[in-house]
């Protein structure tokens, strides 16, 4: 097999790390044509290259999860949510609430009902907090590690000319 048809893929970058490194000690120098890294580095990379007709341009701009809880918490502050008078729950709790919903593919208010039931007093205000954090994404060019995987998806599903790409470069696939 030519080290350029394999693809390997991980959830972590030590455990990308791990596995090139073991193929290069497999069969030396030529492992250095295999592609390899996590699921969220080869998202961001084909949605760089072929994200377009998504409406994805290739210079879109990547919120960590410190990100993603920082434009919460802007934006939950904008809403009037937090105050003083009334607990909110935390922007943490917050993103995690979302991020978990959107990696099940479940409605947010279904994550919240199963997983999160402390938070079912405030699933309305979440429900319109999420709704605006899409927005403000959209509105600027960016995307969360959540994003990256979903639009991926997307992708590949609509658009056969980017999967043929992908299977014919890549016919040998490992995930660890």
Excluded: C
């Amino acid at each position: 097999v030519a080290p350029g048809a394999i693809l390997l893929l991980t959830f972590t970058r030590r455990a990308s790390q791990e596995m090139l490194r073991r193929a290069e000690q497999l069969v030396g120098d030529r492992s250095r044509a295999v592609a390899g890294g996590t699921f969220h580095s080869f998202a961001n990379n084909v949605l760089r290259k072929w994200g377009q007709p998504l409406g994805l341009k290739p210079n879109f701009t990547i919120l960590d999860r410190a990100d993603m809880e920082d434009v919460i918490n802007l934006l939950r502050s904008r809403m009037g949510f937090g105050s003083r008078e009334r607990r909110f729950p935390k922007k943490g709790t917050l993103a995690e609430s979302i991020s978990m919903a959107r990696n099940k593919r479940r409605a947010l208010d279904e994550e919240i009902q199963l997983d999160f039931p402390h938070l079912i007093e405030h699933s309305a205000e979440i429900l319109q907090l999420a709704q605006k954090y899409e927005i403000y994404k959209g509105e600027r060019g960016l995307l969360d590690y959540d994003d990256l995987l979903e639009k991926l998806i997307e992708l590949l599903q609509q658009h056969a000319d980017v999967r043929r790409r992908l299977s014919d470069t890549y016919p040998y696939i490992m995930i660890d």
